[in-house]
């Protein structure tokens, strides 16, 4: 197994075990993180999305992967994740798809692709089937997103 397909293994083991300090060891400083619901990350950002996903998702929150393949620049692997989402509850099982690629033996840049028109349905209910995959819901889930990432910051910071 090439080096690199260790290293995501070893970030989704720390994830496995709730353990983001793990997971973002496996990051490189410049690290750039991409999904449909965050949009861009950098750096500290990436770090505290995960932490704040973990808190947040407490025991409830469930992680499989398989699939790791990768070379010296790039590399990928199939992920799900279970968890409850907002305060309904609802339960989500959202298949993700995740590409990296890789800098002084460290993860760069980690792009994460799923479904948002189904990952909607699951988790907001009628008004994700309705309005799930457009561009209005897209924008402001990604927009709720970045406001929760940036409260935890804040929170987490003082």
């Not at 409830?60 to 398989?66: D, G, M, V």
């Not at 393949?69 to 279970?82: D, I, Q």
């Not at 907001?124 to 457009?134: E, M």
């Amino acid at each position: 197994m090439h080096d690199n397909a260790q290293l995501i293994e070893r970030f989704y083991t720390a994830f496995t075990k709730k353990d983001s300090a793990a997971m973002n060891d496996c990051y490189h400083q410049e690290i750039v993180f991409q999904d449909p619901a965050f949009g861009v990350l950098r750096g500290q950002e990436v770090h505290k999305m995960w932490e704040m996903l973990i808190s947040k998702g407490k025991d409830a929150l469930e992680i499989s992967y398989s699939d790791i393949t990768a070379t010296e620049a790039v590399g990928s692997a199939k992920w799900t994740a279970v968890y409850q989402y907002g305060k309904h509850r609802r339960l989500v099982t959202n298949n993700i798809t995740a590409v990296f690629t890789f800098k002084d033996g460290k993860i760069l840049s980690h792009h994460d692709n799923f479904n948002m028109r189904k990952w909607a349905k699951q988790a907001l209910g009628n008004t994700g089937t309705l309005l799930g995959g457009t561009a209005f819901l897209n924008k402001k889930i990604k927009k709720q997103a970045r406001k929760s990432l940036e409260y935890y910051i804040k929170k987490t910071s003082a």
